[in-house]
Each structure stands twice: as structure tokens, then as C-alpha cells.
């Protein structure tokens, strides 16, 4: 989608020519500390060690003139820039999270710049088997000549969402250094526990005193998300009877071998993150634990319209019924958790929201590119406790891998949106 826009005749549109970015800096040095968050654990944040960073922004933003800034108990950072205009104008919000994804190491990250890319292979030192390739990742043929930062093959990245992070507080510091760029109040949000679902769960909002927001955790330059999966958790716990083995004949029924037919009875070609795109939603099993006794599956369920995720789960349920019908003397359990929502259900009644970051990116010489996100953000659980929050992009790409990249000058041209964005929703007041 293509948003047309014209920038007021006082916007100077050389206002980041001679500004020294310090986003690749902030950025380099923030992958370095391990931040992984662990859904395994009952604690908040899961993981100690997110308060690290945490710990080291606030300083930082202290360190930048921002005297509001603080790191609360529960691992979650606030800070205001105060209004500079005296127009009455919503506060506004721009959120991103610490953690990296437990699906691979954060630990001993070793950030490589990557200057001037040529559009080959990028062959990762520490494990030459890693290659970042334009044919698998067909978003570096447009990097040609751009500074791509890569993991050294050993970890992630983390650039989901330390690149959000860096982002914002380079920000931070071009509002504070530019103190003509007039903007209304400034929130700054970090949040722990993204990746496992939890980052908004301790969040006191009164005290974010926020009215609107954006997550910086977007993907490709000019991406602009005000949508999302809707999402479930669901649970199957199968019983059997337990016997002993040697004495078993007429009398075993066997849960882990429900269990298996449960998952053995799913589609092959259709209804999996495996086999669907676009529009299409899924049922997908993440786990599968038990004994002969007692067996679970755990699935989640997504989908862009809510109510089809009943339709799946009565689906699931149907495929239960009809495998324990087939082991007699088993049952089952199903347990349905709700996750989160589709942020458009709020930002369809917020039209500005979204027509403001559309008209940021565009005064940054970007076309829109408006996706779909596959997938939640904080911002999708904001939306709903009433912060209606959509997604812009930071140029993070291939996330949660060990092939994860990001350019340097997507960064910068985030750093360049967000700042127009603030000055938007001050000319608009």
C-alpha cells in the first residue's frame, strides 16, 4: 500500500544530513548482553540477567539528559521526554523488548559489520555451514552497498528487537539534541519476556501514562504492521490405563500412543505453519510429554480472524473424540487459553494511528509497505488494555536463527521515521 504524503514546507528534509547516528554503536554494544528469556521458568521476567541491559539503558538514558528513566522490579524501563510545544497533544509511546527468543543462544554473541555489502554469501566465521544467502534471503539483493551486522554463526543475533531498542534510543537522543524539533510527551517503554508471550503481563499502564503507541520490532525497510495473528493455547491431556508391562495383555491403554495417533491424525498439506502463508492461519503442535498414564499436547492456534480459532479448536476436539473412541478405556481433557488478539480490532477505531506512521515513513522517502504480521508483538496485547499500538519496521530479518541480519542504514532510516513521527502527531494536535 502506498500512502501519498507531502511534507510541510518547515520540514527540513536534510535535518539527519550531518547527524552522527548512533544507533550501529548502541546496537553492537546491546547484542553483546545476554537477555534470553526462558518459558520454562515461573519467575518475571523468566531470566535475571534481562535486567542487565535493562540497567544499562536506563543509564544511558540518564546519560543523555533524560532525567525520567527508571528500571522497576519487574524488569520493565519508563522514560518521558517532556512536551516541548504548547499544544495539547497525546502522549505517545514507542515500546520495544530486551529479550531474545529461546529457540537459540544469546550467549557470547560476536557482532560482525559487514561493510559495503556485494551481494554474495555471507559465510559466518565461526561456523562456515552457516550462510546467510540472498537466495534463501532474497531481502539482501536490495542491501547492495548498505553495512550488514550478522552474528559470527555460534548464536543469534538478537537483533529481534535489540535493533528496536537501539532504534528508540537513538531517538532519544536526536530529540534531546535537537531541542527545535518540537514534539508532545515522549514515553519509552522496554519490556522483558516478548518472546515467550509475557511482556505486557506486569505492566502497570497507568503509570506508562501513554494514550497512543508503536512497537519498533518490524521487519524490512518501510514495513508498517496494524495487524496480527489472533492466538490461542491449547492443551489435550490424554489418560490411558496404566499396567504393568509384563502383565499387560487386555488391560494397558497406552496415553503416549493417543497422544501419537492425536498428532498422526493432523492434515499433512493443509492447517500447519509448514504448509500455510498469507491469510491462511494454523493449528500447530509444539510439544508432546507423558507416560503410559497420562499424555499432553500442547498446540497453538492462530488465525487473522478471530473466530475461526474455534472453528480449529472444535476441530482438534472433534480429532480427540474420534481417537479415544478408538482406545477404549481413555479420555481426554482440553484446555484453551487465550493469548492475544488481532491489534486491528482496536487500530480499525484509532484511524490516525496508522495514518500518522504511514505519513512518517513516507516523509523519509519510503514507500509503505503495510503487512500483515504473522505473529503478535506487545503491541498486540497493548492494543486490548487500552494502548491501541501497531508495528514499524527496523530492518531485523531472519530472526530467532543463527542467520539473523540486519542493515545498518534501515536502522538509521527507522531512527529518521520515529522522529518524523513525533513531529507528526504535533503538527496534527
Not at 515522549?186 to 519490556?191: A, C, H, P, Q, V
Not at 492475544?340 to 516523509?363: G, T
Request: a negative charge.
Amino acid at each position: 500500500m502506498f500512502v501519498s504524503c507531502t511534507a510541510p514546507k518547515n520540514i527540513d528534509r536534510f535535518m539527519f544530513q550531518n547527524y552522527p547516528f548512533t544507533v550501529s554503536e548502541r546496537f553492537m554494544r546491546y547484542v553483546q548482553i545476554d537477555t534470553q528469556s526462558n518459558p520454562d521458568s515461573n519467575s518475571f521476567p523468566s531470566t535475571e540477567k534481562q535486567k542487565n541491559l535493562s540497567s544499562l539503558l536506563v543509564e544511558e538514558l540518564k546519560a543523555i539528559g533524560i532525567e525520567k528513566a527508571e528500571l522497576d522490579e519487574y524488569g520493565y524501563v519508563f522514560a518521558e521526554i517532556p512536551a516541548n510545544t504548547d499544544k495539547q497533544i497525546a502522549s505517545i509511546c514507542f515500546c520495544a523488548h530486551v529479550d531474545t527468543s529461546p529457540d537459540c543462544t544469546g550467549e557470547n554473541v560476536k557482532p560482525i559489520v559487514h561493510k559495503n555489502y556485494n551481494g554474495g554469501n555471507i559465510i559466518l566465521p565461526d561456523d562456515e555451514s552457516q550462510i546467510i544467502s540472498p537466495v534463501d534471503h532474497p531481502y539482501l539483493q536490495e542491501k547492495i552497498g548498505e553495512d550488514i551486522i550478522t552474528a559470527s554463526g555460534s548464536s543469534l543475533l538478537g537483533a529481534d528487537d535489540k535493533a528496536g531498542v537501539a532504534v528508540i534510543m537513538d531517538f532519544a537522543n536526536y530529540l534531546v539534541t535537537h531541542p527545535a524539533i518540537k514534539h508532545g510527551p515522549i514515553k519509552i517503554l522496554f519490556t522483558p519476556d516478548e518472546e515467550i508471550g509475557r511482556g505486557v503481563d506486569k505492566l502497570d499502564l497507568k503509570k506508562l501514562g501513554a494514550d497512543f503507541g508503536y512497537t519498533l520490532d518490524g521487519g524490512e525497510r518501510g514495513s508498517f504492521e496494524d495487524e496480527t495473528f489472533s492466538a490461542d493455547g491449547v492443551v489435550f491431556t490424554f489418560y490411558g490405563v496404566s499396567a504393568h508391562p509384563g502383565y499387560a495383555k487386555d488391560k494397558l491403554v497406552n496415553a503416549v500412543k493417543i497422544a501419537a495417533a492425536f498428532v498422526a491424525s493432523l492434515p499433512k498439506d493443509e492447517l500447519s505453519p509448514e504448509t500455510t502463508e498469507d491469510r491462511y492461519g494454523f493449528v500447530h503442535p509444539l510439544g508432546m510429554e507423558g507416560t503410559a498414564e497420562k499424555a499432553s499436547v500442547k498446540f497453538i492456534i492462530r488465525d487473522f480472524v478471530t473466530a475461526k480459532l474455534g472453528a480449529y479448536e472444535n476441530y482438534l476436539k472433534d480429532k480427540a473424540e474420534d481417537i479415544v473412541f478408538a482406545f477404549p478405556g481413555s479420555s481426554y481433557e482440553m484446555k484453551v487459553t487465550e493469548q492475544y488478539r488481532n491489534m486491528k480490532e482496536v487500530l480499525d477505531l484509532h484511524p490516525q494511528v496508522s495514518e500518522y506512521a504511514e505519513m512518517a515513513i513516507q516523509r523519509c522517502g519510503i514507500p509503505v509497505k503495510r503487512t500483515s504480521a504473522r505473529g503478535g508483538t506487545d503491541g498486540s496485547r497493548l492494543s486490548f488494555m487500552g494502548l491501541p499500538c501497531p508495528n514499524i519496521f527496523t530492518g531485523e530479518m531472519a530472526f530467532h536463527g543463527k542467520q539473523e541480519y540486519v542493515s545498518i542504514q534501515d536502522m538509521q532510516k527507522s531512527v529518521e521515521t520515529i522522529v518524523h513521527l513525533a513531529m507528526i502527531w504535533e503538527e496534527k494536535a
